[in-house]
């Protein structure tokens, strides 16, 4: 049986550092209250004239260069974003023309911060089904670009980055033995940006009406999004016979400190098999798994024979659950 296989990973943040002290200057918040809400204390933020294209190219050539593969290697790229340099074309098709690739398909994917877990699964399809040998997935976000830096709802958390995955056929019974994804769209005005679109195009009165910025119910969210974590890792496991207590090691979702703990406490994980960045990088969307995942392997986290789960969520919603034998 074919297994895609992450052999490959890299991460990219800009080198523009927000503090919480930062945003103390643009709303009524405080260091204390962000961090004992949310557990972050600094994200990243791209330079001006910078885009999501660049993180996730950099993010890219480090995943190829840990997998010791050249862009020629490369046989598709997915990219998870909800913030793509333009409408048109996707960022997955600037990424295929600044990494040198040749002229393998290329597609962009949105599933909000569920953007990793989706492109990494749609991009294992490819694999299992003996098409493509080598795909290279990528979440890669400037949420800073739709960031209303009044609104201290969303401000605070939401920030920028890119993370990227080199996945890769085996038949040695490592790689990623099953996921889920779910979507349910009822929720959808719970966390969105309504200008920009076919609905509300740009006009003069969309932005003055602040419309091209991210609008979210943060704490309805949290509260679904705890939950949705619970489901689906749950679930997961049981399907294939494991307990919490075979996971060596957890991956999620960088939201927010308090939802990632109150999620691992419903599936009885211990927080020293939970990998945690979002104190440094905030949320950064469809990028968070693939950064923590390159970062968990950079740390020694994830060692060959781990029993590995993902998962992530977001707007929309969607969500999703991944494991995996590393
Ligand atoms: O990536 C997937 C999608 N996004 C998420 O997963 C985000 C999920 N949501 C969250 O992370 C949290 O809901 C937030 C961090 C956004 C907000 O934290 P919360 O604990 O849910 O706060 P809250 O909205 O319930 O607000 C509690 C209080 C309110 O004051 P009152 O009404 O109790 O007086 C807010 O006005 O905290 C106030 N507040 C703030 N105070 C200082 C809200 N935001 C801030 C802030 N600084 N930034």
């Not at 800073?144 to 080199?166: F, K, N, P």
């Not at 609905?199 to 969210?221: I, L, S, Y």
Request: with cysteine.
């Amino acid at each position: 049986m074919i297994r895609a296989k992450i052999v490959g990973t890299g991460a990219y943040a800009p080198d523009r550092v927000l503090t919480n002290a930062d945003l103390e200057k643009l709303v009524q918040t405080s260091d204390e209250w962000i961090v004992q809400r949310t557990g972050i204390r600094e994200r990243r933020i791209v330079a001006e004239g910078e885009a999501t294209a660049d993180l996730a190219v950099r993010a890219a050539e480090r995943a190829l260069a840990s997998a010791k593969l050249t862009p020629d290697d490369v046989d598709f790229i997915i990219v998870g974003t909800t913030t793509p340099d333009m409408i048109l074309p996707s960022t997955a098709n600037l990424v295929q023309l600044r990494l040198g690739c040749r002229r393998v398909g290329s597609i962009d994917v949105l599933a909000a911060c569920a953007g990793s877990v989706y492109s990494l699964l749609m991009g294992a399809q490819f694999i299992q089904t003996g098409k493509y040998r080598r795909v290279l997935a990528i979440g890669a976000e400037a949420l800073s670009r739709i960031v209303d830096y009044t609104d201290r709802g969303t401000c605070i958390i939401l920030a920028d980055g890119a993370g990227a995955a080199v996945l890769e056929a085996a038949e040695d019974g490592s790689g990623i033995i099953d996921g889920d994804l779910y979507s349910d769209g009822k929720y959808w005005e719970l966390l969105y940006m309504p200008g920009g679109g076919a609905r509300h195009p740009a006009t003069h009165e969309t932005v003055d009406k602040r419309m091209h910025f991210a609008k979210m119910k943060g704490n309805e969210v949290f509260k679904v999004a705890v939950r949705m974590f619970a489901e689906s890792t749950s679930q997961l496991l049981a399907r294939h016979g494991f307990k919490a207590s075979d996971v060596d090691l957890f991956v999620p979702h960088q939201a927010n400190l308090r939802i990632i703990e109150a999620a691992a406490k419903r599936v009885d994980l211990p927080m020293d098999r939970v990998f945690v960045n979002v104190d440094k990088y905030g949320n950064t969307g469809a990028a968070s798994v693939y950064v923590a995942m390159a970062e968990a392997v950079d740390a020694g986290r994830l060692r060959p024979g781990d029993l590995v789960l993902i998962a992530a969520f977001g707007g929309g919603f969607a969500w999703g659950a991944a494991l995996m034998r590393w």
